[in-house]
T-cell receptor, first 112, second 112 residues
Framework: DSGVTQTPKHLITATGQRVTLRCSPR?????VYWYQQSLDQGLQFLIQ???????AKGNILERFSAQQFPDLHSELNLSSLELGDSALYFC???????????FGQGTRLTVV | GESVGLHLPTLSVQEGDNSIINCAYS??????FIWYKQESGKGPQFIID?????DKRQGQRVTVLLNKTVKHLSLQIAATQPGDSAVYFC???????????FGAGTRLAVHP
């Protein structure tokens, strides 16, 4: 158990819908990262927050947004969902930059 | 992107043999590297890390080697076991940026 909690574990939704994925980082970690992993592919960095502020952005679509709350949990919002958004979405946390990131078990999103 | 689609390179080894998984990185400013193991349906799991001021680091049954001259990272697993079967990712942190960039991954298949 990495200490990073993601909910829900599985999500099935229809095209055009909007979903929210939630991440609770390890106790004491200030950084939260979001990654997308499509079937049997690598990890695509989406976005990073540090202590409530956005710090880095990757290949994140405009339909996607995220935020980190004062209690340090984070949410990833995916809207106008398309079939191609079906993937595993991972959250990771670390104390800060230059430290190992610990990953949650992921949310498997299926868009039908 | 960093993915190689459905055709992850695969390393097949016999149980008990040593495994060497390689990773090339491109950014000279990368100052921190991590190896992750990802089993099917799970989140990436931290294995070992190394900072750019080192060229070797050892853990339990694992050794990471860093060659900054040719920008190459390797993970050596001693006495490979069936439980080592997974996809292995290297990740780099570029100094001044706030994200881990993942390599494409290598699938390790251990045969009895």
């Amino acid at each position: 158990d990495s200490g990073v909690t993601q909910t829900p574990k599985h999500l099935i939704t229809a095209t055009g819908q909007r979903v929210t994925l939630r991440c609770s980082p390890r106790s004491g970690d200030l950084s939260v990262y979001w990654y997308q992993q499509s079937l049997d592919q690598g990890l695509q960095f989406l976005i990073q927050y540090y202590n409530g502020e956005e710090r880095a952005k990757g290949n994140i679509l405009e339909r996607f947004s995220a935020q980190q709350f004062p209690d340090l949990h984070s949410e990833l919002n995916l809207s106008s969902l398309e079939l191609g958004d079906s993937a595993l979405y991972f959250c990771a946390s670390s104390p800060g930059q230059g430290f190992e990131a610990f990953f949650g078990q992921g949310t498997r999103l299926t868009v039908v | 992107g960093e993915s190689v689609g459905l055709h992850l390179p695969t390393l097949s080894v016999q149980e008990g043999d040593n495994s060497i998984i390689n990773c090339a990185y491109s950014n000279s400013a990368s100052d921190y590297f991590i190896w992750y193991k990802q089993e099917s349906g799970k989140g990436p799991q931290f294995i070992i890390d190394i900072r750019s001021n080192m060229d070797k680091r050892q853990g339990q049954r694992v050794t990471v080697l860093l060659n900054k001259t040719v920008k190459h990272l390797s993970l050596q697993i001693a006495a490979t076991q069936p439980g080592d079967s997974a996809v292995y990712f290297c990740a780099e942190n570029i100094r001044g940026y706030n994200k881990l960039i993942f390599g494409a991954g290598t699938r390790l298949a251990v045969h009895p």
